[in-house]
């Protein structure tokens, strides 16, 4: 989807918000951030290291140690419970148990959930979920949080919060990449990049983002 | 910005991917319990009949094994057929064979088989009569219990004796037969002697037996003496024994289709060696529902990866590589596996313990066979755990974690 032509530099400790309606590319330009994917041409460049042309290994050890995700869907293993799903990725980067279970309830002190360690994710509400998967995400400290409409499934008020949350990771130091559809959750992002039709439109400051209207 | 480190623990991370596979293997068995049980039937049906059929087949050799065992298995048993009355081998050509040999030969018994009816009073029995020599008894380890064994001058005048074993004793003549008589071929016979028992005093057993001397056995049948069981001192002269009666009988006879030395402990290998042939038929033919289970496994776990194709996206993502998801399905196939193993080596050992007893034979699974059958199954588990293990592991991430 994604068309030639595309640069995009995102810097250490920013906030920025790539938004689009579906079918602009901004899917196709999450992956390829997330390390999902890889660019049919292209490079891309992810703490100076190309990754453009990394085999699966490599580039899921890049997603391991460099991105922490955060899905609409929660995408929580509901087997697990929720220290269990917190450990996933330090499991998977080769963390010892102990200093597993540690990092883990760190980061779910952080988001307030230090008292559910041992729930199954549907014994929890959408919100509470989130708070998992943004645990999750944090857990290994990634240089990268990749957020893909975070709030898509939640409502206004606990989407307010999750925002807050991210504002409030952006402020400790966190890089964070927020992608949406939305141009108000977009708004609450420091930089906007703006995608249409697989081209950037926009890419500045939020305040400015949607003066010109053209959606 | 940071640098991008290769993980410098993978040994300890393999480790704990295992363990938590093996825990999430566990999880998910239990959680459906009749798919469960369904996927490891084909598993169970297998390992189990493999026991029973390796144990029954155990306990039938050694079944077979100790009859031929407290027959002796230092004992060469010599059929002299003749060649006319010019080749021919008297009782005392063949003694002298011992006599010539007395560094490997414990001794020579002749043995004659009685025919004839056999009576107590009026009424007829069956047993196994011989007609033997007086040394007969410490040949074979027999003890006597009551009265005396056949003498020399029994022998030397055909005297009309009978010694009878422990089963023939108690069962026909109600644990008095010394003094009583038994009728051969309608000659009375005095019992002299009961012999103590060498097996377990059932019927057909070696308990079940009637010794008269060999002479008198040969003049009442009008027929001479041709069989001999030479004994010797122990299992590892069998084969240099066989040679010097050959040499003899060989020189006189001068062809070796008029004799025949059976070798008792190459009876027993060969007793070994065909049961365990037939083991390995029996157990080949158990194998294929092991086949059949493996591909029930398969089954069931192609469709696990497709039903946690999510699941295998959001590991992914979270940086778990091919040989992460790979190891984890191929892990529970293993466990799954394994776990129909255990309960097929159970039902198999309960199963062949009911069935020894049903047929009278000590039918135990060896813990050899138990190890065997436990491997064979967690093999089976990662060889059809493969396949769907790396279709899981080539899942896109992308479409793994759009997928519904």
Redesign the interface.
Known sequence: MLQTGVSLKIYKGEFVAIVGKSGSGKSTLMNIIGCLDVPTSGQYYINGEDVSELNDNKLAQIRNKTLGFIFQQYNLITKLNVLENVELSLLYGGVGASERVRLSKMALAKVGLEDKLKNLPNQLSGGQQQRVSIARALAGNPSIILADEPTGALDSKTSREVLDFLKQLNDEGNTIVLITHDNSIAKEARRVVRIKDGKIIYDGDSEHAFERGDD | ??????????E??IN??IS?SFK?AL??IL?SKMRSILTMLGIIIGVGSVIILISLMQGLTNEILSTFESMGTNVLQVEVYGRGSTRAVSVDDMYKIYDDNKDIFLGVSPQMYVSGDLKYGTENFYSNALGVAENYMLLNDWKIKEGRFLSYADVRDYHKVAVVGSYVNKNIYGGKAIGDYVKIGGNKYTIIGVLEEKADSTEYSADDCIFVPYTTASKMAYSSINTYVYTTKNTDFNSEAKASIENTLYSVMQGDTYYNITDMSDLISEVTEMTGTMTMVLVGIAGISLLVGGIGIMNIMLVSVTERT??I??????????R?IMGQFIIEAATTSALGGVIGIVIGIVVSGWLGDIIEIKADPTPTAIMISFSISVFIGILFGFLPANKASKLN??DA?RHD
């Open positions: 910005m940071t640098v991008i480190q290769s993980t410098p623990l993978r300890v991370m704990m991917n938590q999430l999880k998910s959680t999510r699941e996206g959001i590991r992914k993502s979270l940086g778990a590589k091919r992460d991430p992308i974690l």
